[in-house]
T-cell receptor, first 114, second 113 residues
Framework: NAGVTQTPKFQVLKTGQSMTLQCAQD?????MSWYRQDPGMGLRLIHY???????DQGEVPNGYNVSRSTTEDFPLRLLSAAPSQTSVYFC?????????????FGAGSRLTVL | AQKITQTQPGMFVQEKEAVTLDCTYD???????LFWYKQPSSGEMIFLIY??????QNATEGRYSLNFQKARKSANLVISASQLGDSAMYFC??????????FGAGTTVTVRA
């Protein structure tokens, strides 16, 4: 099973460039989310989705866009990258029923903005 | 306000000894879930253990147990018989009714031989 697949694993951008982090899951999970991890701050929720066509903001949504056109995919878009967006990004998914609440994480994407 | 608080930035433990990682949480939802994840130096997030707010018994998974004290809003992780491979960052997290998962800042555990 592939689980949650994130691409790319590493990316270097210049300030002002745009890019999309891809996330795909093959577990038919309704819930998908994006987190960023910065030293000493744990993981902070950027955006999340409870199903196709539904997205909502998390704790740190500014500078990021998401869409959920299918159950499987949940891309994260940086419209105009800033050095403050240098971070490790994790995509995670889960089912939404009782007993299906464990989030499965992707391997992470390390983004550097110069 | 912080939903999850982990007050121990780093801990050292001797191999084969037990270690307790502290976690307190804040929520007004009656239904919530508490999780612990391990992040080794390779970076992946590994699920360890889950405790539901209505669970009567403390959760256990092998060498991991969760000391759940609901009235004190505490969900400490106990790792028994520590191994060198347990050296990692450990995160406590809480999921409330809106499905969002909030994480603490993490505790780094170093196991000494």
């Amino acid at each position: 099973n592939a689980g949650v697949t994130q691409t790319p694993k590493f990316q270097v951008l210049k300030t002002g460039q745009s890019m999309t982090l891809q996330c795909a899951q093959d577990m038919n999970h309704e819930y998908m989310s994006w987190y960023r991890q910065d030293p000493g701050m744990g993981l902070r929720l950027i955006h999340y989705s409870v199903g196709a066509g539904i997205t909502d903001q998390g704790e740190v949504p500014n500078g990021y866009n998401v869409s959920r056109s299918t159950t499987e995919d949940f891309p994260l878009r940086l419209l105009s990258a800033a050095p403050s967006q240098t971070s490790v990004y994790f995509c995670a998914s889960s089912g939404s029923g009782p007993g299906a609440n464990v989030l499965t994480f992707g391997a992470g994407s390390r983004l550097t903005v110069l | 306000a912080q939903k999850i608080t982990q007050t121990q930035p780093g801990m050292f433990v001797q191999e084969k000894e037990a270690v307790t990682l502290d976690c307190t949480y804040d929520t007004s939802d009656p239904s919530y879930g508490l999780f612990w994840y391990k992040q080794p130096s390779s970076g992946e997030m590994i699920f360890l253990i889950y405790q539901g707010s209505y669970d009567q018994q403390n959760a256990t998974e092998g060498r991991y147990s969760l000391n759940f004290q609901k009235a004190r809003k505490s969900a400490n992780l106990v790792i028994s018989a520590s191994q060198l491979g347990d050296s990692a960052m450990y995160f406590c997290a809480m999921r409330e009714a809106d499905y969002k998962l909030s994480f603490g800042a993490g505790t780094t555990v170093t196991v000494r031989a």
